[in-house]
């Protein structure tokens, strides 16, 4: 546990956004960290052979997906350095991962548990930052190759905009930024020379696939699900689903948000809208298969009837990897498909009387406009209402499709009006819930 506000004041970096080179050698020898050697070896031996490694801004590194990142990164043989690290509140997490990559910089963005934190915990050489707006400055840092956008929510949409603007690749695991402001996001990166590489499996897969023909040559795309834990369920029996029911996925270990997102179909509908802006598709290009093992992680299918897709067990930091080292691929952590074992893999098509989420999310993916916005804070705001009780899991898409019904469209918002939009509906929702 961390001890109580000792009343040390934090220690803030100032951060500068002026080229310089990560010195590794003042990283290794500055203090007797207990930093993993053979991470700190591994990181010495690529320094060595090449100019620097990659560095890697980590944002929610404490999350499901940020830890899987960092599982990569130590894996990486030195090729990447985890530069920058982020937590909302989970501070003793944040200071075991500096320990063990010792990080250039952390920001723990809630401030009131950033201010109850002593400093001294940190490796010497790892500086503390706090808030949003610092997180924005640190996906933004000149030293920043990569920002991995791993935060869960609308929270996540400002700093993977900071990265976008200042032409970083972006590693995008934040879907919710491409659900929100899809458009106006792949138009920062243009401008900005911005990589956005998915790092959603399905995604991924679908990028993966993508390289196998001609943009004006794809047919369509077709997402797979899981179908998540409830896929047998009866409309019955779906009214009476339990947090805990809910959070037990069957083939992924996922964030609680993303979790219950899955078991109501609305992650699919989220990765519908996600798929439509990311690949710049036609809105009827999408569609929807259910295949419970999770092993297909997507397809593409072009003009001649040829169907590519990408397969590998389910585990995130295959796509993570791919996303940081695109175009090389290199051995990493993930686990591989065992070819010697007998194994089925199923297909069947979605019910959408079940799952409703799925019919939203084509509509939201055909609309566009400011429907992205609203959705994703109504359902991000159900949700949370759902977790802590005080609302049915069967109420949560209803929720969302009043609320977006009664907002007032418009085509074109700028980043500002997405923005007021989203605790426009997250108001909404405590209404709906609260009636
Ligand atoms: N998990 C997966 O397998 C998976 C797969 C595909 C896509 N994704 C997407 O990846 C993103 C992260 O998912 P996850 O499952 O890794 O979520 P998670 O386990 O809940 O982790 C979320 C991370 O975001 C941080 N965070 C939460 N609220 C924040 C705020 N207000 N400001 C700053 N940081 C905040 C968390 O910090 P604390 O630790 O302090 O809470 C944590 O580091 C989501 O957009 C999700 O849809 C996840």
Known sequence: MLPANS????????????????????????????????????????????????????????GSIGQSTLAVIAES???????????????????????????????????????QLDASQLPAGTELFSGAEDLSRVAALEEVDVVVAAIVGSAGLLSTWSALEAGKRVALANKETMVMAGPLAIEVAQNSGAQLLPVDSEHSAVFQALQAGRPQDVRRVILTASGGPF????????????????????????????TVDSATMMNKALEIIEARWLFQL????????????????????????????????PDMRLPIQYALSYPERWKGPAKTIDWTRAQQLTFEPPDNDRFPALALGLEVAQAGGTTGAVL???????????????????????????VLQQHNFETHPDLERLIALDAWARQEIAKWVNA
């Open 231 to 258: 896929r047998q369920y009866t409309p019955e029996q779906l009214q009476h689903v339990t947090v805990d029911q809910a959070l037990e996925h069957p083939t992924w270990k996922m964030g609680k948000k993303i």
């Open 376 to 402: 994703n804070a109504a359902n991000e705001a159900a949700v949370a209402r759902f977790l802590d009780g005080r609302l049915a899991f069967s109420n949560i898409v209803p929720a969302c499709r009043a």
């Open 77 to 115: 043989g030195g090729r990447f350095r985890a530069l920058a690290l982020s937590t909302n509140t989970s501070t003793q997490r944040i200071i075991e991962q500096a320990f063990e990559f010792a990080p250039q910089c952390i920001v723990v963005a809630d401030q009131r548990q950033a201010a």
């Open 7 to 62: 009343g040390i004041p934090l220690r803030r970096g100032i951060l500068s956004t002026t080229r310089s080179v990560v010195h590794l050698e003042s990283l290794q020898t500055a203090h007797n960290l207990p930093i993993r050697t053979s991470y700190r070896n591994r990181i010495h031996a690529w320094s060595s052979m090449n100019d620097r490694p990659t560095n890697v801004a980590v944002l929610g590194s404490t």
């Open 282 to 313: 036609k809105k009827d290009q999408i569609d929807v298969v259910i295949h419970p093992q999770s092993v297909v992680h997507s397809m593409v299918e072009y003009v001649d009837g040829s169907v590519i897709a990408q397969l590998s067990p």
